[in-house]
Structure formats: C-alpha cells, structure tokens
C-alpha cells in the first residue's frame, strides 16, 4: 500500500521566481492538503483540495495555488518566491466525509529561496 | 479561535522511565485531538487520535494519551520510553464545525537518554 508521495525532496530557488511541488495521496484517499512548516515551527495549513476544487484555505496569500487533478494528485504553486517562504512543504491526504478520518503525511519537499 | 499549545519545547527523560509530553487547545466547538511525530527529515507520523467515547486513547508503539474536557487537555503519555521514541512530537487539533484543517502546536523535543 503505497503511502503520500511527494517530489522533488529538495528545492531551491531565488527571490521572484515561482515554483510548482507535486502530491500523490495514499491509495484509496480522495482529499488533498498542503502544509507550510517553517523552522523551528509546527505545520501551518494552507489548502485543501477534493473534487479538483479547493474546499478550505488558511491564511496565506493569493500567490499559493493549488491544482487537483482526477487521479487525486495535486500541485502547490508558488509565485513570486520571498525568503519567508523557505520551509518545509507538506502534504497530507485523506477521505472525504469521513469525518474522523485521519491525514496521512508525506515526507515532505524542503524548500530553500535565496 | 483555534489554537494548540505546547509548553515544553523539550523534555528529557531516561530510557525506561514514564513520559508525558502535554498539550492544551482552545476550540469553540467539539474537537478531534491528534498526535504526530516527525523525525529529522522525515514528514510527519500518525501515533493517534482521539474522536469521542474513552477518554484513554491508545496508539502506535505503545503510546496513549488521556483527553481531557474540563482541562482542555490532551497528554501524551508512554509507560517505558525507548531511546528510539527521541524525536519531535506534534499535538494537533480539529474543531468538528471548521472544517478539516489540523492546527499545530509548535512541537516538543523528546530525548530519551540510555
């Protein structure tokens, strides 16, 4: 049973640029969520998506978009790169309506903007 | 609003010995708890969760964590540590009438020493 995939596993970029991370969930989850853990720090949520259409969205800025795909993987966008959004990205997938489902996390991509 | 909080950045015990790692939350409604733990460079792993009934929940590796309502409260505990159990571990919460997203507390360092 595969478990959440996500590549590349390291990324660097400068200032200004955009950048384009990829998901797979676990078999049989529909649900796609993206996390931003900066150092030092617990994971923050930034999106949801299901049915390729975003569901929730935390408190961060238009240029994070997202993309959900019909085999349910997704990608995370990220324009106009600043040294803040160095962090570690992740992903996490689960089943909708399943209301006590759990997130399952993949293993991250460390991203570094200079 | 939501949030989790984490009061100990690190807590250091002695292979063997019982821990405790603790968490708090604050949620307008009824809330789903979750543990995870995350070794270094890895993505988060689910330990456990608790959603209603017994307030002893029992997880992965001989974890278990006790929730409690009028403490808003929701203690990691483990019987014996192992030094394989240092790693940073994550209390997360949800609030049943928000959505999805899992909010984070900023993580405690467990050190278990031989």
């Known amino acids: 049973d595969a478990g959440v995939t996500q590549s590349p596993t390291h990324l660097i970029k400068t200032r200004g640029q955009q950048v384009t991370l990829r998901c797979s969930p676990k078999?049989?989850?529909?649900?796609v969520s993206w996390y931003q853990q900066a150092l030092g720090q617990g994971p923050q949520f930034i999106f949801q998506y299901y049915e390729e259409e975003e569901r929730q969205r935390g408190n961060f800025p238009d240029r994070f978009s997202g993309h959900q795909f019909p085999n349910y993987s997704s990608e995370l966008n990220v324009n106009a790169l600043l040294l803040g959004d160095s962090a570690l990205y992740l992903c996490?997938?689960?089943?909708w309506g399943a209301g006590t489902d759990t997130q399952y996390f993949g293993p991250g991509t460390r991203l570094t903007v200079l | 609003a939501q949030s989790v909080a984490q009061p100990e950045d690190q807590v250091n015990v002695a292979e063997g010995n019982p821990l405790t790692v603790k968490c708090t939350y604050s949620?307008?409604?009824?809330?789903?708890l979750f543990w995870y733990v995350q070794y270094p460079n890895r993505g988060l792993q689910f330990l456990l969760k608790y959603i209603t009934g017994d307030n002893l929940v029992k997880g992965s590796y001989g974890f278990e964590a006790e929730f409690n309502k009028s403490q808003t409260s929701f203690h990691l505990k483990k019987p014996s540590a192992l030094v394989s159990d240092s790693a940073l571990y994550f209390c997360a919460v949800r609030d049943r009438q928000a959505g999805t997203a899992l909010i984070f507390g900023k993580g405690t360092t467990l050190s278990v020493s031989s």
């Open positions: 078999s049989g989850h529909d649900t």
């Open positions: 996490a997938s689960s089943l």
């Open positions: 949620v307008s409604g009824n809330p789903y």
